[in-house]
């Protein structure tokens, strides 16, 4: 089984790996008269240390405090705890399989994604100024077609090759990949915000052998991550903004360590890729994730957790988590139900999802699942960011202020079926200009 190796080498090999112009091999990092059969090909990730100062999680990446993960195989959870007990390793952490979320039974679309875009009140946003131009929104998914985004827009999308990123072992270049999945994040993003800069992060192309059409590896998207982080802390602090839209997650247990195990993912929150996406949020990033399609009326087939499919990153407290509703703000059947493994009151919002829009899997296919509803709500955030940074608005204010500007279902603050409510990006703008921070 694969899994994830979490160990503090030297602090001068930390600082190494935390600096994204050095080059640093597994092999460097790995204490002497360790066998592990390691990834040679992947690239040691810097993890930051969790601590809480009284008031707010901190994440430190000094060298003395930060600790470093490597990719391994493991024959079976007993040798992962042997390996887990030597004195220089932290942890051994579970690399689970992750997928896109994409549909639900054959039903069609309601409505189109112009009826979106008038739902997300576009043209209002438009006139406010607040397109997305020069927020960067990194689609971390199966890579982007952008001819196919273009077309079926009328304008071709902006995509920031060189702040884009492949794992290892992809190879494409960002923009240029075949359609699937990621073109329909992509271009449902661009429906609030149409001038926003695509990054490019095919994670979902990288995939074990016999692994299904959109599996990728957990550890990919760690390493993604941690290149995102050099993205944002690179970014001036008085503009800082970056959204992330990530439309997938881990369907079945088995691939993960029991609950309760030190190396479990789906309910640890000092797994490391739950820690680095909690420090991701705290430099400033809009971190968006999918519920997922588990929903009990309509059940995606992959889905095998038995209660609580809402695990891992789609449950982080720190993440904006999206269940789907179609054009009429109905809940639809397959958006998976709360409560959330790390967070409880999961799912937070819903967003529009069914709909004509991409035809990414054929013109008369809507745009489905809640891997549609994430990106939908991905580009109302980053059109509030066009004029409010991170640092004028941290990414926790964002979330708490578009949970409480939703459109509440039936009169109640808050339930498992649509969270605090569907995002309503015409109160939240009134919200904002109340509290004197918009234009």
């Not at 899994?3 to 050095?22: E, F, K, M, N, Y």
């Not at 923009?175 to 661009?190: N, R, W, Y």
Request: aromatic share 6%; glycine share 10%; with cysteine.
């Amino acid at each position: 089984m694969r899994v994830l190796i979490q160990l503090r080498p030297t602090s001068d090999l930390i600082a190494a790996v935390a600096d994204p112009a050095v080059r640093v091999d597994s092999s460097d990092v790995l204490p002497d008269r360790l066998e592990l059969r390691f990834d040679p090909h992947w690239e040691p990730v810097a993890v930051p240390e969790p601590g809480h100062d009284g008031v707010r999680a901190t994440f430190s990446m000094a060298p003395d405090r930060a600790s470093v993960v490597v990719r391994a195989e493991v024959a079976d959870a007993p040798e992962a705890r042997r390996i887990g007990e030597h004195p220089a390793i932290v942890g051994v952490f579970a690399d689970p399989d992750i997928e896109g979320f994409l549909t639900c039974g054959g039903t069609p679309a309601v409505g189109t994604w112009t009826d979106v875009a008038a739902l997300l009140r576009a043209e209002d946003l438009a006139a406010a100024g607040l397109t997305g131009a020069g927020v960067a929104v990194a689609v971390v998914d199966t890579g982007i077609n952008a001819d196919l985004v273009g077309r079926v827009r009328g304008s071709a999308p902006t995509i920031d090759a060189e702040r884009s990123w492949n794992p290892v072992g992809v190879t494409g270049t960002a923009g240029q990949f075949p359609v699937d999945h990621g073109s329909m994040c992509a271009f449902d993003t661009l429906i609030a915000a149409p001038q926003a800069t695509l990054l490019d992060y095919p994670v979902l192309r990288s995939r074990r052998q016999g692994g299904s059409r959109m599996a990728g590896l957990l550890s990919d998207a760690l390493a993604g991550y941690a290149r995102l982080r050099t993205v944002l802390t690179d970014q001036p602090e008085a503009t800082r903004a970056l959204v992330v839209t990530n439309s997938w997650g881990a369907f079945s247990p088995d691939w993960d360590f029991p609950v309760g195990d030190p190396g479990n993912y789906s309910d640890n929150p000092s797994h490391p890729f739950n820690v680095i996406v909690g420090s991701l949020e705290a430099a400033g990033a809009d971190i968006l994730f999918a519920a997922g399609n588990c929903g009990r009326d309509c059940p995606d087939g992959r889905c095998e957790y038995l209660d609580k499919p809402i695990g891992g990153a789609n449950s982080h407290p720190s993440v904006l988590t999206l269940g789907g509703v179609d054009t009429s703000n109905t809940r639809v059947g397959y958006s998976s139900q709360g409560p959330g493994r790390l967070a409880d009151r999961k799912p937070d919002v819903c967003a529009y999802t069914h709909f004509l829009g991409s035809t990414a899997f054929g013109d008369d296919a809507p745009d489905t699942g809640t891997s549609a509803a994430t990106p939908v709500a991905a580009g109302l955030v980053a059109a509030i960011r066009t004029h409010w940074s991170a640092t004028a608005l941290p990414p926790a204010q964002l979330r708490d202020l578009l949970r409480r500007t939703a459109i509440h279902h039936g009169g109640r603050d808050f339930d498992y079926d649509y969270g605090y409510g569907v995002a309503d990006a015409a109160a939240a703008l009134r919200e904002l200009r109340r509290l004197g921070t918009a234009v």
